[in-house]
T-cell receptor
Framework: GAVVSQHPSRVICKSGTSVKIECRSL??????MFWYRQFPKQSLMLMAT?????????EQGVEKDKFLINHASLTLSTLTVTSAHPEDSSFYIC??????????????FGPGTRLTVL | LAKTTQPISMDSYEGQEVNITCSHN???????ITWYQQFPSQGPRFIIQ???TKVTNEVASLFIPADRKSSTLSLPRVSLSDTAVYYC????????????FGKGTRLHILP
C-alpha cells in the first residue's frame, strides 16, 4: 500500500518557538493531504485540508495564523505551529489520498509527530 | 457526514472472536463503511471497507445488514497485539473527501 511519512517523529520545544512538521507521500502523488491533532485518550480531530498549490481549508475553531499549512508539491505538505504554547502539545497526524486508487477508497495515514512544548 | 455510535470500550481474551458493532442510522445511499485501527502513538491503519452484505479479508470481516444502519467488525481469534482503538467511519469517500473520526472503541485483549 501507499506510504506516508512524517518528520520529525518527536519534537520538544520551548514555549514561543515555532515548529515545522513535514508530511510526505513516499510513493504516490497527493493533491490533497489532511492534518489531524490527537490529545491523549481522545479521537483524531481534523484541523485542516491541505491543497496543493492553493490555500488550506481550516476546520471551524482552528486558527489559520497559528497553524500554517503549506502544500508546495504533490508529495509534501508542512504544518508549522507558530509561537507554540504548552496547550499545543499533542500528537499531529497527516493523511493523504492516493491518486490512482486500488479497490478501496482509503486514506493513508502518517505515523504521527509527538509535539511537546515546555 | 453520517454520525456513528460505537461502544467506548470492550475487553476480550486471546483466542476469542471479537465483534464490534457500529450504529449509523443516517447513512446515505452513497456512503461506504470503513474501519480503521489505531495503536498508541501511531497513525490509523485501514482494516476493511464495505457497502453492503459481507466483506472479508485476511484480518477481519465486516457484516452489514440490508438496511445498512449498522455494521459489525469481526476479528477472529484475537491476540494481545489486537489491543487498539477501532474507528468506524461512514462517508462517500470520493477522492480527497475529508474524514471525520468518531470516538472509536478501545479494545483491550487480555491473556
Amino acid at each position: 500500500g501507499a506510504v506516508v511519512s512524517q518528520h520529525p517523529s518527536r519534537v520538544i520545544c520551548k514555549s514561543g518557538t515555532s515548529v515545522k512538521i513535514e508530511c510526505r507521500s513516499l510513493d504516490f502523488q497527493a493533491t490533497t493531504m489532511f492534518w489531524y491533532r490527537q490529545f491523549p485518550k481522545q479521537s483524531l480531530m481534523l484541523m485542516a485540508t491541505s491543497n496543493e498549490g492553493s490555500k488550506a481549508t481550516y476546520e471551524q475553531g482552528v486558527e489559520k495564523d497559528k497553524f500554517l499549512i503549506n502544500h508546495a508539491s504533490l508529495t509534501l505538505s508542512t504544518l508549522t505551529v507558530t509561537s507554540a504554547h504548552p496547550e499545543d502539545s499533542s500528537f499531529y497526524i497527516c493523511s493523504a489520498d492516493e491518486e490512482d486508487r486500488g479497490p478501496y477508497n482509503e486514506q493513508f495515514f502518517g505515523p504521527g509527530t509527538r509535539l511537546t512544548v515546555l | 457526514l453520517a454520525k456513528t455510535t460505537q461502544p467506548i470500550s470492550m475487553d476480550s481474551y486471546e483466542g476469542q472472536e471479537v465483534n464490534i458493532t457500529c450504529s449509523h442510522n443516517n447513512i446515505a445511499t452513497n456512503d461506504y463503511i470503513t474501519w480503521y485501527q489505531q495503536f498508541p502513538s501511531q497513525g490509523p491503519r485501514f482494516i476493511i471497507q464495505g457497502y453492503k452484505t459481507k466483506v472479508t479479508n485476511e484480518v477481519a470481516s465486516l457484516f452489514i445488514p440490508a438496511d445498512r444502519k449498522s455494521s459489525t467488525l469481526s476479528l477472529p481469534r484475537v491476540s494481545l497485539s489486537d489491543t487498539a482503538v477501532y474507528y468506524c467511519l461512514v462517508a462517500q469517500l470520493n477522492r480527497d473527501d475529508k474524514i471525520i473520526f468518531g470516538k472509536g472503541t478501545r479494545l483491550h485483549i487480555l491473556p
